[in-house]
């Protein structure tokens, strides 16, 4: 059996496709603890890792991708560029650079309560 969509239909779905670079995309959304580091070593997608630029460690994210980070105690958000993989400490859902982590004010802390969203 075959399915006939309408004209919107099949925008809308064209839409939403082209929104995600990928089924993990999808879900890359949300809120969760974060830290920061300062290293100057190798990062997975191999280029050095820069605390002096605004970029991040996720898990599964495609490298490149850009990410819109909100501290959740202050409000002060940051866009990032994942070019790293990590956090491996449970609950944390991003590592940020440390400017990143200047930004939006949780360099004494360490480590802050964020929410974030996929913004290209």
Request: some cysteine; hydrophobic content about 40%.
């Amino acid at each position: 059996m075959t399915t006939k969509l309408s004209a919107y239909a099949a925008a809308s779905l064209l839409v939403a496709l082209s929104t995600f670079t990928s089924v993990s995309d999808a879900r890359a959304a949300g809120c969760g603890g974060a830290s920061w580091y300062a290293l100057t070593s190798r990062t997975a997608s191999g280029e050095r890792m820069n605390p002096n630029k605004l970029t991040a460690a996720h898990r599964s994210l495609r490298f490149g991708t850009k990410v819109k980070v909100t501290h959740a105690r202050t409000g002060r958000s940051v866009v990032v560029r994942i070019n790293d993989r990590g956090p491996f400490i449970r609950g944390r859902v991003l590592d940020l650079s440390k400017a990143a982590a200047s930004q939006i004010g949780m360099i004494s802390s360490g480590h802050a309560k964020i929410c974030y969203q996929i913004v290209g």
